[in-house]
């Protein structure tokens, strides 16, 4: 852990992730010149054999050295800056012969993109090469000229550092002050040298990901799939939860009120008053199942929530919760009705959770309109410590909103208070 003595200007130049930055746009420029090589000399060479048939496996030849040079920039972009560039997508054929693997490697973009990169990267490489290579030599010279100013007495026959000189007069820098002002500019290069190498650095890491990275259409493209399969999996588990809850509790107690209604029917002749007792227990259990079956309906889609929206359907869930809470809804109108509902699924989990696991004396429910996004959001003063990333119903929810292009955020540091967030898609 950094010590908070030593303020974070003079410990940058001697953290690790400067001089990874410097080590990046060291091994960028052999690197970079090797590719441009490569690039320029197949892509010309492909351009003029086009005329040809041989133009075409020439620059497929050319887009393939990129898409390597890409995987290696990427590579290099993860481990010495930190920044992950997701992939793009494999090229590939139609019908998985060579021709249809050329045909699909020119029409690829991302391949194009990566050609792209290879050509505006190789200027780029110079430039920040040359001025972090600059920066570096004279700041850590200049820095340490009072422990290496011996060489110049004992080896080069001069006092110092040569500032001037011609057949009539020279400058050095000998004196203990003129040392001084030296070591007192290279610190300044040295304190300034971190900075300068980050906002090198980020320029390369704006380029690698706009160019060597996914389009964004390949990447909702993907966003949208695994949206799919997570409503998918939801959709499932509700099935298999319903499914469960109705084997559990109604049908077991009609199960339960078929026996006792049986039993009444041959009791009835021979004992009234024995069947007068069965019968009863069968309407306590007839009113059992329908409460179990109102309120597994309530838990799918309640009728107040159809009839009355959102309000009357929280206040209506807030009410049952045995820890006290308040609602507050300000909507300006009514969302879809796939959203309404599952903004009173979340908010009614989250509740949930409040009664069985914060130890909460009180919670609050928000909800509003902020632009195009429903709001919601639940506070309590619980003990605290949820979080999505151990499973359970918070990781679940949180996937069920994704879906829908939602996102929930969670802030519920130990000891409470716990604060959860959930933003869905506003569509009236």
Known sequence: MASPLVPSALRAPFQGRTWRAFLFTLVGLPLSVVAFSLAVSLTAAGAGLLITFLGVPVLAASLVACRAFGAVERARVRGLLGADVPAPEPVRGRTGGPFSWMAAMLRSG?????????????????????????????GWGLFTYPLWRWVFPAYLSQDGIQLYGDEHRALYVDSPFEVGVAFAVGLLVVLAWPPLLRGLTA????????????????ERVTELESD??????????DLRRIERDLHDGPQARLASLALDLGMAK???????????????????????????????????HPAVLTDRGLDAALSAVAARCPVPVSV??????????????????????????????????????????????????VRDDGAGGADPARGGGLAGLA????????????????????????????RA
Not at 111 to 134: E, G
Not at 203 to 218: M, N, S
Not at 328 to 335: A, D, H, K, M
């Open 228 to 237: 799919r399969g997570a409503a998918v999996d939801t959709a499932a588990a």
């Open 110 to 138: 991302a391949s194009w993109r990566h050609l792209l990169y290879a050509l505006v990267h190789f200027p780029w490489a110079v430039f920040s090469f040359t001025v972090s290579v600059t920066v570096f030599s004279l």
């Open 203 to 218: 320029v390369d890491r704006v380029l690698a990901a706009g160019l060597l990275g996914r389009g964004r259409l390949a």
């Open 328 to 377: 507050t809804v300000e909507l300006p109108g009514r969302p879809v009705p796939a959203i309404e509902g599952l903004a009173y699924f979340t908010v009614s989990e989250l509740l949930r959770n409040v009664e069985r696991h914060s130890g909460a004396r009180r919670a609050s429910v928000d909800v509003w309109r902020s632009e195009e996004r429903l709001m919601l959001q």
């Open 266 to 300: 041959e009791t009835l002749s021979r004992d009234p008053e024995a069947a007068a007792v069965l019968v009863d227990e069968a309407h306590g259990e007839v009113k059992l199942a329908l409460k179990e079956l109102r309120d597994l309906a309530r838990g799918i």
């Open 399 to 426: 996937e069920r909103l994704r879906s829908v292009d939602g996102v929930l955020a969670v802030d519920s540091p130990e000891g409470g208070p716990t604060t959860v967030t959930a933003e869905l898609p506003w």
